[in-house]
Antibody, heavy 122, light 111 residues
Framework: EVQLVESGGGLVQSGRSLRLSCAASGFTFDGYAMHWVRQAPGKGLEWVSGISWNSSSTGYGDSVKGRFTISRDNAKNSLFLQMNSLRTEDTALYYC???????????????WGQGTLVTVSS | QSVLTQPPSVSGAPGQRVTISCSGSSSNLGAGYDVHWYQHLPGTAPKLLIYGNFNRPSGVPDRFSGSKSGASASLVITGLQAEDAADYYCQSYDSSLSAPVFGGGTKLTVL
């Protein structure tokens, strides 16, 4: 059974840093690209960042570019998100998500963790 | 403002049929990228409902169906049930942004 378990969330002051982790199990971790998706209170889903299976390619949403860094450790089946210069608008539930690719024009997010809550205070 | 446009809410009585639309542009759905749909119940992780425009993952009832035409897509739920009350999101890829994109979400109310 695929499991994605996030940790590292909490209450932090604006301008500070936080590091999220995601422990993956139940599948061959290094066979999949992974992502972080967040949901702010009362808002919809927002893609935050993604990383290829071998870390050769990473991507970031415009709202976090330059502040957040995604990484992974395939030996430990783990995904990370280093969040620096946090803002109040980064307050959200952060989901660790597995990508499944079907072809060049199609990939979806087929497994989601339960999320870890990040609250940024002013 | 989301890249993919969905109605904020839809509603229907038990047993009825509802349709949730997802409108994109020439850099995402119109460029040939597939649409995927997720069901998000409060307090739970989002669940992949439809992938590749119309495919259902194992375990998803055939009451849920998806379609795509050009830069638009639709999710249809027939035989509405109380447990279908949730938020529904469409998702695709945008070549201009070089990023996955979501619709703003549609809240389904079962009357």
């Amino acid at each position: 059974e695929v499991q994605l378990v996030e940790s590292g969330g909490g209450l932090v002051q604006s301008g500070r840093s936080l590091r999220l982790s995601c422990a993956a199990s139940g599948f061959t971790f290094d066979g999949y690209a992974m992502h972080w998706v967040r949901q702010a209170p009362g808002k919809g889903l927002e893609w935050v960042s993604g990383i290829s299976w071998n870390s050769s390619s990473t991507g970031y949403g415009d709202s976090v570019k330059g502040r957040f860094t995604i990484s992974r450790d395939n030996a430990k089946n783990s995904l990370f998100l280093q969040m620096n210069s946090l803002r109040t608008e980064d307050t959200a539930l952060y989901y660790c998500v597995r990508e499944i690719r079907y072809d060049e024009y199609s990939s979806s997010f087929d497994h989601w963790g339960q999320g870890t809550l990040v609250t940024v205070s002013s | 403002q989301s890249v993919l446009t969905q109605p904020p809410s839809v509603s229907g009585a038990p047993g009825q049929r509802v349709t949730i639309s997802c409108s994109g542009s020439s850099s995402n759905l119109g460029a040939g990228y597939d649409v995927h749909w997720y069901q998000h119940l409060p307090g739970t992780a989002p669940k992949l409902l439809i992938y590749g425009n119309f495919n259902r993952p194992s375990g998803v009832p055939d009451r849920f169906s998806g379609s795509k035409s050009g830069a638009s897509a639709s999710l249809v739920i027939t035989g509405l049930q109380a447990e279908d009350a949730a938020d529904y999101y469409c998702q695709s890829y945008d070549s201009s942004l070089s990023a996955p994109v979501f619709g703003g979400g549609t809240k389904l109310t079962v009357l």
